[in-house]
């Protein structure tokens, strides 16, 4: 049973152009949510989170929305560059829940064409 | 800052042999995760430790055993590896729950192939 769903292996955009990347979430219980980045041959790394209290988070060209009714969450970058070829993980987590893991989508595959 | 370090990197075994994938973190992080990715499955966790002296079972547990040898290290061992444990190992850390953060710090990753 996916608690968080990605449904995107891979997305493909333009250069300059907006990328909006997805994920749908099944447990309420999840109140915090993360976007990461991940390089071939590198370790996930942290980009840019939401907590379940606000619906918008922004840290430069990167904005997440959050909508807990639809139980679903996007990534928006804008513009796209080169460099923002990776793939990206949605997770998320139930901050009451104490040391418990991240849940992990499955990842989408965003490829920036030239 | 050398973060979440993991040891060895790349490692190939043959069915039935033993290893143990080695994690330490310079962070002071309370608590230390195992993750394992394969192919379209995403990041799936196998076992974790809150704290120095626990350890929790995650995800998928089956056929591995963890220590948390103290605070800043945390080691995952495969007693009898199969080819269903070839696979990318993340080891990651995590301070604790504050206002607006609990993103995990992972590792490099180790590669393992058991043939």
């Known amino acids: 049973d996916q608690q968080v769903k990605q449904n995107s292996p891979s997305l493909s955009v333009q250069e300059g152009r907006i990328s909006i990347l997805n994920c749908d979430y099944t447990n309420s219980m999840f109140d915090y949510f993360l976007w990461y980045k991940k390089y071939p041959a590198e370790g996930p790394t942290f980009l840019i989170s939401?907590?379940?209290?606000?619906d918008k988070n922004e840290d430069g060209r990167f904005t997440v929305f959050l909508n807990k009714s639809a139980k679903h969450l996007s990534l928006h970058i804008v513009p796209s560059q080169p460099g923002d070829s990776a793939v990206y993980f949605c997770a998320a987590a139930d901050s009451g829940g104490g040391a418990d893991g991240l849940t992990f989508g499955k990842g989408t595959h965003l490829i920036i064409q030239p | 800052n050398a973060g979440v370090t993991q040891t060895p990197k790349f490692q190939v075994l043959k069915t039935g042999q033993s290893m143990t994938l080695q994690c330490a973190q310079d962070?002071?992080?309370?608590?230390m995760y195992w993750y394992r990715q394969d192919p379209g499955m995403g990041l799936r966790l196998i076992y974790y430790s809150a704290s120095e002296g626990t350890t929790d079972k995650g995800e998928v547990p089956n056929g591995y055993n963890v220590s948390r040898l103290n605070k800043r290290e945390f080691s995952l061992r495969l007693e009898s590896a199969a080819p269903s444990q070839t696979s990318v190992y993340f080891c990651a850390s995590r301070g604790g729950w504050t206002a607006n953060t609990g993103e995990l710090f992972f590792g490099e990753g180790s590669r393992l192939t058991v043939l």
């Open positions: 939401i907590s379940s209290i606000k």
């Open positions: 962070m002071n992080h309370n608590s």
